[in-house]
């Protein structure tokens, strides 16, 4: 499960997947990107439980970003979704 984690969070940072804008400190995108990229830092260097609460941050920006219709990007938010699930499972299984 966890190369799985690692290629899903390699597919979220390609560059025809990644919104281009989410590098910019003020776009909308940018909270959940950031707290997406501090999951996987946190997961590789086995720090899970700094990693879940990132994991949630992100999974509550992402709630709040799909509530806005306009520049929703789809793709990238279910990859997130999918990400994040695969990130909740392992959590739960190593550390419950």
């Known amino acids: 499960m966890e190369d799985q984690i690692i290629n899903t969070y390699k597919k979220l940072n390609r560059v025809s997947i ?6 910019i400190k003020k776009d909308r995108y940018n ?10 830092s946190l997961f590789i260097d086995d ?8 994991a949630g941050r992100a999974r509550r920006e992402l709630e709040k970003l799909k509530r806005f219709k306009q520049n929703f990007d789809e ?8 990400y994040l699930e695969l990130l909740f499972q392992f959590m739960w ?4």
């Open 31 to 40: 909270k959940l990107t950031s707290y997406i990229n501090c999951t996987i």
């Open 93 to 96: 299984r190593e550390c419950v």
């Open 47 to 54: 720090n899970y439980i700094d990693c879940i609460l990132f």
């Open 75 to 82: 793709e990238y938010f279910s990859l997130c979704e999918e």
């Open 18 to 23: 990644l919104p281009r804008k989410s590098i």
